[in-house]
């Protein structure tokens, strides 16, 4: 408190004093009991009085123990169970967490983790995917501004993912990882990399690709081969030592038949091999006899160019081939789809015969699109355009209804650019698939429209760079597979003859068991609208036990799904219908048996020696968990830290005084009124 306030307060008591002494004592001969009373009521009254008019703020601090974070990461994944290491991670969890020292030193917290973080501590060993990688960096940014203490429990068997092993954590935390599960080598043979296409082509050959890897010290010799059904339709032998450990097998299948074709390949197990589940992989081909040609026409050179046809390109169903205008001879009607990017006036005969053959395009603009033609050239929208550059956010239209497309995270991806300059469509034909958000305003003018009128489709993409949109989604998820399928759900859209289905099924021809298995259906009124009040259900058959199960498909946005879960392997049909009408619609699929978590015989010591040896700390192993507990707590970077707060309260607002000023001037009135005064 200053100098000048208390001496404002000593004024403001010597003041009320003065005046009570004033009022009822001074050349008062017959002092009696009562002038004493109303003489310290009216002293009371005047100083708070004053003090609530001089305001004084009143400071006062408080200390507090803030402790660091102590994450206990535990692989709840099935290879935990099938390393029969389960009861060991449950002991050494419960060791850490009931550690009296621990608890006084830190915030402990529990997470598991398989393909996504949980927590709850309810352990089940029963995630089908581990992704070390992803769940340290979650926890990494959840406690970024904390002092964290990472505690990795795991085997360090990870099957989808990055590499973990060069994870490093962020400046506040440390990881500490604990290896569990039979460290010591076995001779095992693996077939640890099996590389198919997922679709081929009718009377064509498919490639196969198989990677196989050896652990031990005797030289060995075995068999390669692959069936089909009972018959083996490839085999090939091959001899490992210590020094020639891997051998890698190709071959071409024959794809003779339509549908789907399952095999399974094999190396053949060693006599004392301990570990046969990693031998043996089952695999399964779709066979096509359709293919979608796509045509990228443009007049200039850029990245877009090379980004679109790598991403139509990987599926294996889609074939792409960029031509400048200038090379004449183009044939449009062998394509399915025409991509025109960033037109100019040279291309007036490509969309003349467009228009005059009804054939399927996809428009590209940017800063070099010429508006004044293309304002001319088509019918579908103008632009009244500007010469100045704009950068273009995306963000998503919730009422988009033509197909069904995931968030790939379009509110942290780079902006897209065009012309400045307002957009109108002419016709309501156009589906607006994503908006455009401007300076950090979301506006209502288009980004990515599509549309189908009469037998053609169209669709246009108002901005440049989409490479860059790719390369993001490289960056946040280690592959360019979520945008390339967003980008094909546009393309195969787009290049398909229309259709007026009331009911539209998604769904993949076959899954592989380890992976959930979702199915998605939009239902349509008569009106051709999107029915979000529709009650749609799913028959599903076993086509080997002939068992049928049914579910309700669930609203999403726009809409229905439902996820099956982990069924069985086996080939299953179904039926969705929607309920209190006729629609229905009819599919298969094949489940492929494959559980990847049961193909590792030890836990993988070397990769979480090198993540350990990369974030400056120790491998530790279960029996050494009373070392780790030692380490934690002789570490100085994870001392309780005591954080002081001051807080300065003006004196008006504490009611208390107020109401005390109340009470006083009430006792005074009060006791005047009993003594007769009044």
Not at 235 to 258: G, H, K, R
Request: no cysteine.
């Amino acid at each position: 408190m200053e100098i000048s306030t208390i001496l404002f307060i000593a004024l403001a008591a010597i003041f009320a004093l003065g005046f009570a002494f004033f009022q009822y004592l001074f050349r008062n001969n017959k002092r009696t009991r009562n002038n004493y009373i109303f003489f310290s009521l009216r002293f009371l009254s005047v100083f708070i009085l004053l003090l609530l008019l001089i305001n004084p703020e009143i400071s006062s601090t408080t200390y507090e123990l803030e402790k660091a974070n102590l994450v206990l990461a535990v692989d709840d994944s099935e290879s935990i169970a099938h390393l029969e290491q389960a009861d060991t991670v449950r002991a050494i969890v419960q060791q850490i967490e009931q550690n009296e020292d621990i608890q006084e030193r830190f915030n402990v917290q529990q997470v598991g983790f398989g393909q996504q973080l949980s927590t709850g501590g309810n352990l089940s060993f029963e995630a089908p995917q581990t992704d070390i990688s992803a769940a340290l960096n979650q926890i990494n940014k959840l406690y970024r501004r904390e002092n964290t203490a990472m505690v990795l429990i795991s085997d360090g068997n990870q099957t989808i993912g990055r590499d973990y092993q060069y994870f490093k954590a962020g400046d506040n935390s440390s990881i500490f990882p604990m290896v569990v599960g039979d460290t010591a080598r076995y001779s095992d043979l693996q077939l640890s990399n099996l590389n198919v296409n997922r679709y081929a082509f009718l009377n064509n050959q498919f490639p196969v690709e198989a990677i196989v890897n050896y652990t031990g010290e005797e030289n060995v010799s075995t068999n390669f081969i692959i069936r089909s059904g009972e018959n083996i339709i490839y085999s090939e032998e091959v001899e490992f030592s210590e020094a020639q450990n891997s051998a890698i097998f190709n071959t071409t299948l024959a794809a003779s038949q339509l549908g789907v074709l399952t095999y399974e390949a094999e190396i053949v197990p060693l006599e004392n091999e301990k570990n046969k589940g990693n031998n043996a992989e089952k695999f399964a081909v779709e066979v096509i006899d359709e293919r979608t040609n796509v045509i990228i026409l443009s007049a200039i050179a850029h990245p877009d160019l090379g980004a679109l046809k790598k991403s139509i390109e990987s599926n294996e169903q889609r074939q792409a081939i960029i031509k400048y205008i200038d090379s004449g001879n183009l044939q449009l009607e062998d394509y399915q789809l025409i991509i025109i990017y960033q037109p100019n006036n040279s291309f007036k005969s490509i969309f003349e015969e467009i228009q005059q053959k009804n054939l399927n395009s996809f428009l590209v603009t940017g800063t070099k699109t010429d508006w004044n033609f293309l304002n001319m050239v088509q019918e579908h929208f103008q632009k009244d355009a500007s010469f100045q550059e704009l950068d273009i956010f995306p963000f998503i239209n919730n009422n988009f209804n033509k197909f069904q497309f995931k968030d790939i995270g379009f509110e942290d991806f780079p902006p897209l650019q065009d012309n400045f300059g307002s957009i109108e469509f002419l016709n309501n034909s156009f589906n607006i698939l994503l908006f455009q958000q401007i300076e950090g305003i979301e506006t209502e003018q288009p980004l990515l429209a599509v549309s189908d009128k009469n037998s053609s489709k169209q669709g246009v993409l108002f901005g440049e760079n989409i490479w860059k949109w790719r390369s993001q989604s490289y960056l946040e998820n280690g592959n360019f597979r979520q945008f390339d399928d967003f980008l094909g759900k546009i393309i195969q859209n787009l290049s398909s003859k229309t259709r007026n289905d009331r009911l539209t099924v998604d769904y993949e021809t076959f899954y592989y068991g380890n992976n959930s298995i979702a199915i998605s259906a939009q239902y349509f009124d008569e009106n051709y609208e999107f029915d979000p009040r529709a009650r749609m259900e799913i028959q599903l058959k076993n086509e080997e036990t002939e068992e049928i199960l049914e579910f309700p498909l669930l609203l999403r946005n726009n809409h229905y799904e439902v996820d099956l879960g982990n069924i069985e392997a086996g080939e299953y049909s179904f039926k969705i219908k929607a309920e209190n009408s006729t629609i229905s619609e009819n599919g298969g699929f094949t489940v492929i048996d494959f559980d990847v978590e049961q193909q590792f015989i030890s836990a993988d010591i070397e990769k979480l020696r090198a993540l350990a040896g990369n974030n400056n700390t120790a491998l530790y192993f279960p029996n050494f968990a009373e070392e780790l507990i030692q380490d934690l707590l002789e570490d100085k970077r994870f001392l309780p830290v005591q954080k002081s707060r001051e807080k300065t309260v003006p004196l008006i607002d504490w009611y208390l005084l107020l109401f005390l000023l109340v009470s006083l001037l009430a006792a005074e009135w009060f006791y005047r009124k009993y003594t007769g005064l009044i």
